[in-house]
């Protein structure tokens, strides 16, 4: 088992949770995952009434949404939001890794993300690569909601 | 020595009563002696996040399939899993998961390819338990390693490869999956596109027959009666036929597989758990589609 991770392109919140996980044993692995599960955060209200915007990600066995808003000035900062069952907590886990890595990033240094970033976890041997699938689903649908909505902040 | 069957009156008109225990059976039995309890889920983290006092996880994916070829674990690799699990070949297994026990069924019918002994259910599976509000714990035990005897697998009499399958066209066959799939308007099961098939349809001849139509709304298996109109008068079976069950990965038939063996007394049920990610991907077998089971 490796003991260093491929941080290459990844952003430092990110890099910094791929090196716990890759430090860490197989077990350790699926415990940090809960814990990610754990306090993956609260669907806001806005949200919970109006789930018909947020975006079910086909990848996962499991029901989550999300949904992406990009701020607005040189920054735009990008706030994800995710919508995933207690009884689905691997799927909570990815959605909570992504919170951690990437909400609060710019819309470029999210896009800039490589699609790989699900494999540097370590994860594949802890949980099976057919379940990580999920997290990659989860990443690419982020980054496509990210480029819309950019792009349509750009033409307002 | 064997822990003593369920005597629970909603069991007794099952086929093998024995293969069933009820959530008072087991909550009154936690502690007994030569009981191990398992839990088995798809998704691997649920049981981290609580499960019944003293239960073991063993997971389809990580524990039960080898991970390079596409087959179950050898006898070596199951004696090891089971002898960390504190499970000796006379311990009586209790096996219980979510999704109505979907994967539960499919850990005990890996658990019969190696022939043990006394392993039963939890009616109505994890969703009851919790549902009556009965413990759970995240505290994992630590089981002191047991002997479990090395056992060659025997996919002899549980299990259908694509060859016999292919014998066997022109007998009963039973498909397990949603309907959509059964007509072959999916490549995959709805939410699970990544178990996909180039092909979609049936096997000629199957009847379709979604696996859940064996549970109750509350998540516990239907009646006796339920369970033959269903399987008996509507998909035309009979006890002494031979039969063939699949699905997309052999899971969800695993529980149509203990529904007919242990419930109505079937004596010949084979899973073919090659299912529709073999056939539907198979060069030059034979497809059907649409809603009728069409012939060979």
């Not at chain 2, 697998?153 to 016999?164: C, G, P, S």
């Not at chain 2, 539907?280 to 077998?285: L, T």
């Amino acid at each position: 088992m490796s003991t260093t991770a491929d941080t290459s392109g990844l952003p430092a919140a990110f890099a910094e949770i791929a090196q716990d996980f890759i430090a860490a044993s197989k077990r350790e692995r699926l415990d940090l995952l809960l814990e990610f599960s754990d306090e993956l955060p609260e669907l806001p209200h806005r949200f919970t009434d109006d789930r018909d915007s947020l975006e079910q990600v086909d990848e996962c066995q499991s029901p989550v949404f999300l949904t992406v808003e990009v701020g607005t000035g040189d920054a735009a900062p990008v706030h994800l939001f995710f919508d995933a069952p207690a009884e689905a907590p691997t799927t909570r886990g990815f959605a909570g890794i992504l919170h951690a890595g990437l909400d609060g990033l710019s819309a470029d240094e999210v896009l800039a993300v490589p699609d790989d970033a699900p494999m540097r976890l370590g994860l594949a041997e802890a949980v099976s690569p057919l379940r990580l699938r999920g997290m990659v689903g989860m990443l690419s649908r982020i980054k496509r909601q990210v480029r819309l909505r950019s792009a349509a902040a750009a033409t307002r | 020595m064997p822990v003593p069957f369920d005597p629970d009156a909603q069991l007794v008109s099952y086929a093998h009563p024995e293969r069933l225990v009820t959530t008072q059976w087991l909550g009154d039995h936690l502690d007994a002696p030569g009981l191990v309890v398992v839990e088995s889920d798809e998704d691997v983290l649920l049981y981290d996040t609580g499960h019944i006092p003293g239960s073991v996880k063993i997971d389809w994916h990580l524990d039960l399939n080898d991970s390079v070829t596409r087959d179950y674990v050898d006898g070596e690799r199951f004696a090891a899993l089971m002898s960390a699990a504190g499970i000796s070949r006379d311990t009586t297994i209790v096996v219980y998961g979510d999704k109505f026990n979907w994967w539960a069924a499919y850990a005990l019918w890996v658990f019969s390819l190696f022939g043990h002994p006394d392993v039963r259910l939890l009616d109505g599976g994890r969703a009851a338990w919790v549902g009556e509000g009965r413990p759970m714990t995240r505290e994992v035990p630590s089981p002191t390693p047991v002997g479990y005897p090395v056992v060659e697998r025997d996919d002899t009499v549980l299990r259908a490869f694509k060859d016999d399958v292919l014998a066997h066209l022109g007998k009963p066959l039973i498909d397990v999956r949603s309907p959509g799939e059964y007509s072959g308007e999916l490549l995959h099961m709805p939410d699970y596109p990544q178990e996909g098939a180039m092909r979609g349809g049936h096997i000629p001849g199957a009847a379709s027959v979604p696996w859940a139509q064996a549970a109750a709304e509350d998540g516990r298996f239907r009646s006796r009666d339920e369970l033959e109109h269903i399987y008996l008068e509507s998909a035309g079976l009979s006890p002494d036929d031979d039969v063939v069950a699949y699905c997309r990965i052999g899971e969800r038939s695993s529980h149509t597989w203990f529904v007919l063996t242990y419930l109505l007394g079937f004596e010949k049920v084979r899973n073919y758990d090659g299912s529709w990610t073999e056939w539907g991907n198979a060069v030059r077998v034979p497809v059907v589609q649409g809603t009728e089971p069409g012939s060979i």
